[in-house]
């Protein structure tokens, strides 16, 4: 009878432990963080300006990647065992190095400047939304960090014994050198240091302030800096040549490229001291205001806290029922992931670098960075769109103002400089798209005038299209060399062009809708019966030879492509599939043709311009369940529980986003037009809470009515209890409320 009880109680505790679970305990930052999927474990708020990440790629032979020694984009590589220090102020799910700076380090014993020696193997890795811990083998530290918005808080448990905090301005993952310091006392730094080149973008550079505070007051503190190799009589006057020099009576200001501030102590066993830093892109003053209005003296249990309840806010946006745990946290763990870029830029007081002049401006709501918009027009803003709406049109303001400020709409921007990264001109299905789902209150006079400019003006003068002469008059933008990315280009062009002309047309601006419309169908000039492929088209009209559709696999150099070949970009063609089809001998044949591209193993689920191909079948009646077919194995295959667990790079959210939409059933498949395609949910229900300032319904339901059903292929689908089709538009869903699916 007591072995019954014990038994009926644990199961009672179990269920109470399962239906207390929060949104944020769904959560594993380590997803993503091998692979080559760039994302990192640490401290950091819903789009917040501030991230601090442990930064473990170089310093030791021990770790298996290390950033000088290939391409490398991340502070951080789940299999590596090295740690130098916490960065503040890092990028998610990107392709190319920068940031990654201001390394934070505890030590104890003796005094060591240079990190390939202070850095430490470490342990016992703890990581949740707004916190992450490790536990330093060598020093017997425990290390914690939490963030607000715009400032970071580490909490350092030392042994008894001489501790040392160290800020290394030194390194970091950007290409840039130089920083500054300066003592403002005992407890606290200030400074600068540059960053920025962003893949190797020279120009494409800007300062980081930030203001550093320790808790308790040191026993000494000081400077260091690495100095310059002397050569000759020179060196024989300086024990410090080529060596850090410790600076123990200078208390002034210091610069150079390999510098620093250290910190000692002597602590007692399990003695905290907490390091705070705030930091800003527009002065020292800021910083230390950021720091004061957000954490204002609070300690670290209360920052975390409220950490967690701001990502369990935004988590809970949407709920989901059913699937397995591993589900759950693939789906609550990509939605963290496409929560953190765009980033807030603005400090307290609204203040931030305005787009490429620098100057100071103030916002009125928030203004955002980090636009990788070659990945992310193809799915994340709509996500915004959809659950975070209030975001998203802020999203878009800024983009707007950056064209006010700057001239031209954002391609790749980060931290108020265009690194011109990627292709295509993708601000403008970004606008288009926002704008035909209702979301309105945004300078739409202005925005039409920017995409109507990087649309027409001349190549010598456009920053967007800069090959758009030959586009304009050809159709098509001709290889002008072996590797360039001319059908990249040129592809990338037609679905920005189609966007205008749907805006365009809305608008009641016949003549430029009917041009960007026949632009838009330029694509066929690239389409070779010969391979039934995309081909490139040289400067004489003749299509490239030799032709292997297949060159380019694995990022190999390809003629007229870029990260891909022909098979990854000839069904890019979302605005026109069936156009595209037609083209391609009718439905049945591209059907088979997109059904090999799987069978064959072309298909990338890494690379964006192939991203919706799972989606293309349901263009045709009675293919339908390819697509269901596809994305639940698609899914399983590549998006897991584990470190590895996003299929590469996870390029700012666009991966993360993919799973998402796929895991509830609907998938935005051709930017610019306010529709999905719908699939087999993964879960029995969603429920996603929606802005009453931007929709009328409290919630959209998206749920299996015979969920008891093992099949995973739909029989039909209702939209407000009314019949659909497998492609819906999102104002119809969002009147409607609900998306009920009938399994067979």
Not at 527 to 540: H, N, Q, S, V
Request: with cysteine; glycine share 8%.
């Amino acid at each position: 009878m007591k072995k019954r009880i014990l038994i009926c109680l644990g199961s009672l505790l179990a269920a109470v432990s399962l239906f207390s679970q929060e949104p944020v305990d769904y959560v594993n930052p380590f997803i993503g963080t091998t692979n080559y999927g760039t994302c990192n474990p640490g401290a950091i708020c819903p789009n917040g300006l501030m991230s601090v990440v442990p930064f473990n790629v170089m310093g030791s032979s021990d770790n298996k990647y290390d950033k000088d020694a290939r391409w490398w984009s991340t502070p951080y590589e789940h299999n590596n065992c090295f740690f130098t220090g916490f960065s503040h102020v890092n990028l998610s799910g990107v392709g190319c190095p920068d940031m990654g700076s201001l390394l934070l380090m505890p030590t104890t014993g003796k005094l060591d400047m240079d990190l390939r020696n202070y850095g430490s193997r470490y342990k016992d890795e703890t990581a949740s939304p707004g916190y992450y811990s490790l536990f330093l083998t060598k020093y017997n530290i425990k290390a914690e960090v939490t963030a607000t918005l715009r400032s970071g808080l580490a909490r350092f448990t030392f042994p008894e014994g001489e501790s040392h905090i160290l800020l290394n301005l030194g390194e970091g993952l950007t290409n840039e050198s130089g920083a500054f310091l300066r003592k403002v006392s005992n407890t606290e730094v200030e400074g600068m240091k540059l960053l920025g080149t962003f893949c190797y973008n020279p120009q494409a550079v800007f300062p980081i302030y930030f203001v550093m505070r320790v808790s308790k007051a040191p026993k000494a503190c000081g400077y260091w800096k690495k100095q310059r190799e002397m050569q000759g009589p020179e060196a024989d006057w300086d024990i410090h040549s080529g060596k850090y020099k410790l600076y123990t009576k200078y208390n002034k200001e210091l610069a150079g490229d390999d510098i620093g501030a250290w910190f000692s102590f002597d602590t007692a066993g399990n003695e905290e001291v907490e390091v705070a830093v705030g930091v800003s892109f527009v002065s020292i003053e800021n910083a230390r205001e950021n720091l004061e209005k957000e954490q204002g003296g609070r300690h670290f249990a209360q920052i975390h806290q409220e950490a967690r309840d701001l990502w369990n806010s935004h988590l809970g946006r949407i709920k989901v029922e059913g699937g397995t745990e591993d589900q759950k946290t693939v789906f609550y763990t990509g939605l963290y992931h496409a929560l953190i870029h765009p980033s807030i830029l603005q400090d307290v007081n609204g203040q931030y670098p305005a787009m490429e002049t620098g100057e100071i401006r103030t916002a009125q709501g928030n203004r955002y960075t980090v636009y990788s918009l070659w990945d992310t027009y193809r799915n994340l803003h709509q996500l915004m769109t959809l659950v975070y709406p209030e975001k998203q049109i802020e999203m878009v303001r800024t983009m707007v103002d950056m064209y006010k400020e700057h001239g031209w709409l954002p391609k790749w921007e980060l931290y108020g400089r265009e690194t011109l990264t990627m292709e295509g001109d993708p601000s403008l299905p970004v606008i288009v798209d926002t704008w035909k789902k209702g979301l309105k209150d945004f300078d739409i006079e202005s925005a039409y005038e920017a995409m109507y400019k990087s649309a027409t003006t001349p190549g010598a003068q456009n920053l967007m299209r800069p090959d758009i002469d030959d586009y304009i008059s050809k159709g098509y933008v001709p290889l002008m060399e072996q590797y360039d990315n001319s059908v990249s280009h040129a592809l990338e062009y037609y679905i920005a062009d189609y966007s205008l002309y749907t805006l365009a047309k809305e608008l009641g601006k016949k003549d430029d809708a009917d041009l960007f419309y026949k632009r838009s169908m330029g694509y066929k000039n690239y389409y070779c019966k010969e391979f039934g492929t995309l081909r490139p088209i040289l400067p004489d009209g003749e299509f490239y030879s030799p032709f292997d559709p297949k060159q380019g696999e694995n990022f190999e150099p390809s003629p007229g492509f870029h990260e891909g070949n022909s098979w990854n970009y000839t069904f890019f063609v979302p605005h026109d599939i069936k156009g595209l089809a037609k083209l391609m001998g009718g439905p049945k044949k591209f059907v088979d043709k997109l059904q090999m591209v799987f069978d064959k193993g072309y298909y990338d689920p890494a690379n964006e311009p192939d991203i919706a191909y799972p989606y293309l079948f349901s263009y045709f009646k009675g293919e339908e369940w390819r697509t269901q077919k596809l994305v639940k194995e698609l899914l399983a295959k590549h998006f897991t529980n584990t470190p590895g667990g996003i299929p590469g790079n996870d390029d700012v959210g666009t991966m993360s986003a993919w799973a998402l939409f796929s895991m509830m059933g609907l998938y935005p498949d051709c930017p610019g037009v306010p529709e999905y395609t719908l699939t087999t949910p993964t879960f029995d229900k969603v429920t996603i809470t929606l802005n009453p300032d931007f929709y009328s319904q409290k919630e959209l339901v998206i749920e299996v009515a015979n969920k008891e059903s093992d099949s995973d292929y739909i029989k039909r689908v209702e939209m407000g209890g009314k019949k659909c089709g497998f492609r819906i538009n999102h104002n119809d869903l969002m009147e409607a409320g609900k998306l009920t699916f009938y399994k067979k």
